[in-house]
């Protein structure tokens, strides 16, 4: 065997090594982790849940300003109401479409869900949003999010996207796409009867 041979197959043996004795470290760290929950060591649900826009999961924390930039809104951990946050961007067919049931929904239901709708100026522009609420006539809460941050945190890829959020800050429902207002209806009249 060449010496060139040999040392190439020491280098991707060290790799292996490597990769196998990282592999084992983790696996050592979950046990540890899963032993330590079974022992007690995780006293919360809120602590046992993962962050994920998932149904089930805990929704991903975020602040952010106004559209006017006058208040700023905060989400995450436990809240007085459920919480339903949609993505939008003013340049969407189906988000021009779904505006009219949202403000029907913020109009009846608006002592019991607080509705936020996060524009995606990342792609969008501050003119097009001000524009489409005023167009619109937009009375719940309009906030920016001009660098994209929160709609990769939620794992927005097409708009609309909305996320309904139980008092406990755990995501009741992902919603991709627009639903007729009966769907949205039912759906928010069985968590708040939950």
């Known amino acids: 065997m060449k010496r060139n041979q040999i040392i190439l197959i020491l280098a991707f043996l060290a790799v292996i090594g490597i990769v196998l004795w990282n592999g084992m ?16 060591g995780t006293s919360s649900v809120q602590e046992e849940l993962k962050v994920a826009p998932v149904q089930g999961s805990l929704a991903p924390s975020f602040q952010l300003s106004s559209i006017d930039k006058s208040i700023s809104y905060e989400v995450g951990g436990q809240r007085d109401k ?3 946050i949609n993505f939008w961007a003013s340049w969407c067919g189906p988000c021009d479409m779904e505006a009219p049931d949202l403000q029907k929904i913020y109009e009846k239901y608006g002592d019991k869900v607080d509705l936020y709708a996060v524009n995606a100026t990342k792609y969008d522009t501050v003119r097009g949003a001000k524009d489409f609420v005023k167009e619109k006539e937009i009375e719940f809460p309009v906030m920016l999010d001009e660098d994209g941050k929160v709609g990769d945190d939620y794992k927005v890829f097409s708009y609309p996207i ?3 959020v139980d008092k406990d800050g755990v995501v009741r429902e992902r919603i991709e796409g627009i639903q007729p207002l009966e769907k949205w209806e039912t759906m928010l009249d ?5």
Not at 25 to 40: I, L, P
Not at 190 to 194: D, E, H, I, M, N
Request: charged share 20%.
């Open 25 to 40: 470290g983790s696996d050592k760290q979950e046990a540890q982790a899963t032993t330590e929950q079974q022992a007690g």
């Open 190 to 194: 069985g968590l708040l009867k939950a």
């Open 82 to 84: 459920l919480l339903i």
């Open 162 to 164: 909305s996320f309904i």
